[in-house]
C-alpha cells in the first residue's frame, strides 16, 4: 500500500470517528445538561426547617449522595463539551487524548447514574459491582476473541451495521439515563408522619407503593444502561471495532441484553398491576429481533 492510500485510510477513518463522537458527545451532552438542572429526587415546595423553596431535597437529606451526583455528571457533561471542541481539529482526533475523554465521559456517565438513582449504599454497591461486571466481560471476550481468531481481522464489521449498533446503544444509554433518575411516579416531597416506616421526601413513590415493581424496574433498567455503555466503550475505539467479527459474540449479548433489560423496565413501571403480564415475550422477541438484525 502507497503512502498516499495510507494517508487516505487514515483521513476516511478520522472522519468517521469524529461523525461517531459528535453524536454521542452531543447526546451526553443533552442528558447530562437536563439532569444537572433537574436533579434527582426533585425540590423542595416551600420554605421549611432549613431548607428554602427550590433547593434540592437530595441536598437536604443525602449530601454525600448529591455531591457524588453532581461532580460526576458535570464532569460528563464537561468532557462530552470538551470532546465536541477537539474533533475540530484533526489533529486531536487521531490522537489517544480523544479517545480518553470519551472513556472518561462514559465512566463519569455511570458514576452519576448511581449517585442519582440509588437509595441506599447496598444499592450503589451492587449498581458499581454491575458495572463493574459488564465492562469486564466485554473486555474480557474481546480480547480472548482478538487473540484466538488472528486471521478474522479481515472479515470487518460494515460500516453500516457498525452505525446501527452505535445508534441503538446511544438511544438505549440515553433513554436509560434518563429515567433511571427521574423514575415513573415521580418523588416524594415530603416526610411521611409515620417516621421510618413511612416515606421520605426525595424518594421514589413507585418504590413507596409497589417496591418490588420499584425494584424490577431499577434493575432492568440499570442493567440495560451499563450494557448500553459497554456497547458504546467497544463501538466508539476504532482499534476494537476494526478487528471485531460480525458476528463477534460481546457486541450481541451486550445489545440483547440492551434490549431485554428496556423491556423489562418499561414493563414493571408502566403496568397498572404489580405483576405484568406481557413480559413473558419480551426476551424472546428481543433475542429474535436481535439475532435477525445480525443476519441481515
Same mark, same amino acid.
Do not use: E
Given at each position: 500500500m502507497s503512502r498516499a492510500d495510507t494517508t487516505d485510510t487514515i483521513d476516511q477513518a478520522a472522519k468517521k470517528v469524529k461523525s461517531l463522537v459528535l453524536l454521542l458527545a452531543n447526546l451526553a451532552a443533552t442528558i447530562?445538561?437536563?439532569? +444537572?438542572? #433537574?436533579? *434527582? +429526587? +426533585? @425540590?423542595? *415546595? #416551600? #420554605?421549611? #426547617?432549613?431548607?428554602s423553596a427550590g433547593d434540592a431535597i437530595l441536598l437536604s437529606k443525602d449530601p454525600a449522595r448529591y455531591k457524588a451526583f453532581f461532580y460526576?455528571?458535570?464532569?460528563? @457533561?464537561?468532557?462530552?463539551?470538551?470532546?465536541? !471542541?477537539?474533533?475540530? /481539529?484533526? /489533529?486531536? !482526533?487521531k490522537s489517544h487524548t480523544l479517545l480518553a475523554v470519551m472513556v472518561l465521559d462514559m465512566f463519569a456517565l455511570i458514576g452519576a447514574y448511581g449517585a442519582g438513582s440509588c437509595r441506599n449504599h447496598m444499592t450503589f454497591v451492587i449498581v458499581v459491582a454491575l458495572a463493574a461486571a459488564v465492562l469486564l466481560y466485554v473486555v474480557v471476550q474481546v480480547l480472548f476473541f482478538m487473540l484466538c481468531s488472528p486471521g478474522t481481522s479481515g472479515t470487518l464489521l460494515p460500516e453500516k451495521k457498525h452505525k446501527h449498533l452505535l445508534l441503538l446503544a446511544i438511544l438505549v444509554a440515553t433513554i436509560t439515563y434518563q429515567v433511571g433518575l427521574t423514575p415513573p411516579g415521580g418523588f416524594w416531597i415530603t416526610d411521611s408522619k409515620d417516621g421510618r416506616f413511612g416515606h421520605r421526601a426525595g424518594y421514589a413513590v413507585l418504590h413507596g407503593s409497589h417496591p418490588q415493581r420499584f425494584d424490577a424496574f431499577f434493575y432492568c433498567n440499570t442493567a440495560s444502561f451499563m450494557a448500553s455503555i459497554a456497547l458504546i466503550l467497544v463501538l466508539v475505539n476504532p482499534n476494537l471495532h476494526r478487528r471485531l467479527a460480525i458476528r463477534c459474540f460481546p457486541l450481541y449479548a451486550c445489545q440483547l441484553a440492551g434490549l431485554i433489560g428496556l423491556m423489562g423496565a418499561y414493563a414493571c413501571s408502566s403496568s397498572s398491576s404489580s405483576t405484568p403480564t406481557f413480559t413473558g415475550g419480551s426476551p424472546y422477541g428481543a433475542s429474535h429481533s436481535t439475532r435477525a438484525s445480525w443476519q441481515a
Open positions: 447530562t445538561y437536563q439532569a +444537572g438542572l #433537574d436533579t *434527582p +429526587g +426533585g @425540590f423542595w *415546595p #416551600d #420554605d421549611r #426547617d432549613v431548607h460526576c455528571n458535570s464532569t460528563a @457533561f464537561v468532557a462530552s463539551v470538551v470532546a465536541i !471542541v477537539m474533533v475540530q /481539529k484533526v /489533529k486531536l !482526533v
